[in-house]
């Protein structure tokens, strides 16, 4: 039996793509080989800024799936955290974790959290991954991809803009 990927999101790329209401076409990528994960800290980071009801939808049918620890599990992520020079948070020291566990795919626009899980030895991957994905399933076309990430762009100005504006221009010429 073929042990299935785990990719485990941070509540930032949620936000980003419920901002550009992608979310939807997020949860209907073909991951047939990828289980898609999030944590009980970063869900309820997301239910703080009120957006939990959307996310409930796709946790419910079971294309969410959502990870809770036990006291030794905290007290390892409270050590990622402490360990962190990047005054890492618990839910991103959650995500951080789980991925290391799992040997998951982490996905997050956090340039803090990215350095700090690089360094681990975690596989990290931002929302361009996100839009290739769409693009490469044919969820959504070049120029919705284009379109949406421009929107993005000015909803979340910690994008790396260079990277985006070059995959925009490509988008819109493909």
């Not at 990719?7 to 990828?34: K, M, P, R, W, Y």
């Not at 959307?54 to 599990?73: C, H, I, R």
């Not at 975690?122 to 959504?140: K, P, Y």
């Amino acid at each position: 039996m073929v042990k299935r990927q785990i990719i485990i999101s941070d509540a930032n790329v949620f936000i980003d793509l419920l901002q550009v209401g992608l979310l939807e076409a997020f949860f209907a990528l073909t991951f047939s080989d990828c289980e898609i994960w999030t944590t009980d800290f970063v869900y309820r980071e997301v239910k703080n800024v009120g957006k939990v009801h959307v996310l409930e939808k796709f946790k419910k049918n079971g294309k969410l799936k959502v990870a809770s620890f036990n006291s030794t599990e905290l007290g390892e992520i409270i050590g990622l955290k402490n360990s962190s020079a990047n005054n890492t948070s618990i839910a991103d020291a959650s995500v951080w974790y789980y991925a290391k566990k799992t040997d998951g795919i982490l996905l997050t626009g956090d340039k803090k959290l990215r350095k700090e899980a690089t360094k681990d030895g975690i596989r990290v991957f931002g929302i361009i991954f996100v839009w290739e994905r769409m693009l490469e399933c044919g969820i959504v076309s070049s120029k919705e991809a284009a379109d949406n990430l421009e929107a993005l762009i000015g909803e979340n100005p910690r994008l790396p803009k260079q990277i985006c504006e070059q995959r925009i221009s490509a988008w819109r010429s493909a």
